[in-house]
């Protein structure tokens, strides 16, 4: 079976471990990088959630997974809110399947 990880600073994401996802919280973009990276070799791992603050900083590595089918990294808002960045990724997502930008 599958896990869910959630990769972000500690007030952003530890709600998320009430709902039973693995939480993993970093307190640099080095440390981060580490984690994102640790948790992509490791087979049992599908989605890996991102909040958007680290992923602007480390956009290489994002990209790095983009394209692979796991794991999904899917960015989300963190506790400052969010920076557009993880729905730009869906739209171009969903604009290169489909053809056309529907959103």
């Given at each position: ?15 998320f471990?009430?709902l039973?996802?693995?939480?993993v919280?970093a307190?640099?973009v080095?440390?981060a ?5 640790a ?12 909040t958007?603050q ?5 956009p ?5 997974y ?6 999904a990294v899917?960015?989300i808002?963190?506790?400052d809110?969010?920076l557009?960045?993880g729905?730009e990724n869906i739209?171009t997502?969903?604009?290169?399947a489909?053809g056309a930008?529907?959103?």
């Amino acid at each position: 079976m599958y896990k869910i990880a959630v990769l972000g600073d500690r007030e952003s994401v530890m709600g998320f471990k009430a709902l039973g996802l693995d939480v993993v919280t970093a307190e640099s973009v080095e440390e981060a990088r580490r984690d994102l990276h640790a948790m992509a070799k490791d087979p049992d791992y599908a989605i890996i959630y991102l909040t958007e603050q680290f992923a602007a900083q480390m956009p290489d590595e994002v990209a790095r997974y983009k394209d692979q089918l796991t794991p999904a990294v899917i960015l989300i808002p963190g506790k400052d809110g969010s920076l557009g960045i993880g729905m730009e990724n869906i739209k171009t997502s969903v604009e290169r399947a489909v053809g056309a930008d529907i959103l």
